[in-house]
Every structure is written in structure tokens, then in C-alpha cells.
């Protein structure tokens, strides 16, 4: 899965592009969006049922690097959104939507991939991972509120609902099924057969929302192609804010190279599935924020195979002068 994630840009392409073919066809386009919906919530399922939320204290155990992630992560990062958002999609408000929901929630998943690859303390990074996805699923509809609540006409009621039936049913079936299936087979069995299983799946079940969305929505990015210019110079603009961050805040609380891959992993990574999954429950007829949310990861994951080679440079070079 790990090789797999590597590449599911160029994976999230293709099926985007599937997706409008088949939307060709008639009957297809017409019943595709009834795939949508269950598609994301099982993916949502398989995510968390990953995740073992009873391990959340295990990140305290590091309170130098918690804090400041949490810091980066929930009250600098949705400042600097609220900046980039209104500096260039003021005049887009459905992208505004989407690009909050995007950049506001942490990754819950292929940051690990990256972080192993740029030799980063992937055990760090695996810590914080129960207390992000907490704090993203209480925080989303907040920020949504506050930072582009003007933007489009949000309904706070359909808010509401669209986080409880998108996130909270698949979280507390996930929380059930992970209890019932460790306590027959026991934690290590888990993580060895179980866990890999959900991984992959997950991916699948994405790929069939994806595919079902642009099945049946293709003429709206057939005729919105310039969305993904639109959103290129903000997203950007992101990730090399927040990376020249992350990076300054590990050296000035002295975090060697391994945490400091972490922390600029965590805080870089962005989680669009969950925000997709809320997206097309609470904005149904609001097809652009949904397709902001798949474009995003077409930019962000190529990046964070970027900063992952940044990363490894500055190691090798570090090394060379410390050798020297």
C-alpha cells in the first residue's frame, strides 16, 4: 500500500477521468451519485476503525512536540488559511468552502507514508494521530463558521447533520467493531492482519466515490476546468508557509532531525477525505466545494513527495558536515 500511496495523485487522476467517461452514459450519470454517500462512509469506517483512540494519551508522553503540533495545526493553520482564502478566492466562494475544509484538517493516514520516507520518527508522528483526528472533527464546522460562514449561505442545522451522519456514525460503528475484533483476535493480530486490510480497502472505497462523483458531476468540472489554476497559487502558498514554519519552530525548540521530519509532516499533510465525506453530506447541490476537495490532493500529495526529498537532503547534507 505504502508504493500505492506514492502514486495516488497520478491514481485520483485517473479516476477522475474514468469517472467522466462513464459519466457519458446515460443511465450511469444518473444513478452514479447513489455510490457517493455509502462509498465515503465505509471509507470513513476503514480509516478510523485504524486508529486507537484509547491510545490518545500517548501523545502527551512528548508535550514539547503535542503542543506545538496542536498549536500549528488548529490555531496558526486556520489563521493563515483565513489569509490565503480571502487574499485570492474572495470572489470564489464555493472554492473558499472547500479550500477551508481542506487545509483546516490534519491527515490521518499517508502522512506516516512520508514520514518514513524522509527517515522521520514515524512512532512521533503515529501518537498524534488519535488527538488530531478528535480535535478536526469538534474544529471543522467551527472554522467552516467562522472563516467562510459569509461565503456561501451555510445552514447550521445541515452542518450539524452532515458531521454526525458522515463522521460520527462510521466513528462509533469503527470504535465498536475495533473492540469487538481485538477482543476475539487480540491487539496484535490486529495490527498485523486487520489494520493492513482496512488500509487498502480504504483506498478502494475512495476511489469508487471519486469515480461515482465525477460520473455524475463531469460537466461541472468539464466546465469549471480552471478551478485547478484557481486553486494552485493558494494551496501552494500553503505548504510553503507552513513547511518554512514547521521547520523554523523544530530548530527553536531544539527537536532533532527525526521529530522535526515529524512535526513538518503532521503539519503539512492534509486530510481530504474526512472533509470530502462532509462536504457532500452538508453541500449536495454545491458540487464545486466537492471538487476542490479532490483537486486538492492532486497538488498536495506530489508536494509532499517533495518536501520528503527537501527533508533527506538536509539530512545527507548535515551528515556530510558533521562527518567533515
Keep these: 500500500m505504502e508504493e500505492v500511496n506514492k502514486f495516488h495523485s497520478f491514481i485520483i487522476f485517473g479516476m477522475v477521468l474514468f469517472g467522466i467517461l462513464l459519466g457519458q452514459i446515460g ?9 457517493i454517500m455509502p462509498s465515503l462512509t465505509i ?9 486507537p483512540l484509547k491510545e490518545i494519551g500517548s501523545s502527551f508522553k512528548n508535550i514539547k512536540f503535542t503542543s ?6 488548529f490555531v496558526w493553520t486556520p489563521i493563515i488559511v483565513f489569509v490565503l482564502g480571502r487574499l485570492f478566492l474572495s470572489n470564489h466562494p464555493e472554492l473558499l468552502i472547500g479550500f477551508i475544509m481542506l487545509m483546516v484538517t490534519p491527515c490521518t493516514d499517508w502522512y506516516l507514508i512520508f514520514t518514513g520516507i524522509a527517515k522521520g520518527n514515524v512512532a512521533l508522528g503515529s501518537s498524534i494521530l488519535p488527538l ?9 464546522p467551527v472554522y467552516i463558521l467562522l472563516i467562510g460562514g459569509t461565503s456561501v449561505d451555510i445552514d447550521i442545522l445541515s452542518l450539524g447533520k452532515g458531521v454526525v451522519f458522515s463522521l ?45 462523483m465525477f460520473a455524475s458531476q463531469g460537466k461541472v468540472l468539464l ?5 485547478l489554476l484557481i486553486l494552485l497559487v493558494p494551496i501552494l502558498l500553503f505548504f510553503a508557509i507552513n513547511f518554512i514554519v514547521g521547520r523554523f519552530v523544530g530548530k527553536a525548540i531544539k527537536l532533532n532531525y ?3 521530519v515529524s512535526l513538518s509532516l503532521t503539519t503539512l499533510a492534509r486530510n481530504s477525505p474526512i472533509a470530502l465525506a462532509i462536504a457532500v453530506a452538508t453541500f449536495p447541490d454545491k458540487p464545486l466545494i466537492s471538487l476542490a476537495l479532490i483537486i486538492g490532493p492532486l497538488i ?11 527533508l533527506l537532503t538536509i539530512k545527507s547534507k548535515r551528515e556530510s558536515y558533521q562527518y567533515n
Design 27 to 35: 443511465f450511469i450519470q444518473t444513478y452514479s451519485e447513489y455510490l
Design 43 to 51: 471509507m470513513l469506517f476503514l480509516v478510523f476503525i485504524q486508529v
Design 68 to 73: 506545538v503540533s496542536i498549536i500549528i495545526n
Design 132 to 140: 488530531n483526528l478528535i480535535l478536526q472533527l469538534l474544529l471543522l
Design 168 to 212: 460520527m456514525i462510521p466513528l462509533l460503528c469503527s470504535i465498536i467493531a475495533r473492540k469487538l475484533i481485538i477482543d476475539k483476535i487480540g491487539n496484535s493480530k490486529f495490527d498485523e492482519k486487520i489494520s493492513p486490510k482496512a488500509c487498502d480497502y480504504q483506498g478502494y472505497f475512495l476511489n469508487i466515490a471519486i469515480i461515482a
Design 223 to 227: 466546465e469549471n476546468y480552471q478551478v
Design 258 to 260: 527525526q521529530d522535526s
Design 300 to 310: 498536495e500529495l506530489p508536494i509532499l513527495f517533495l518536501v520528503s526529498m527537501i
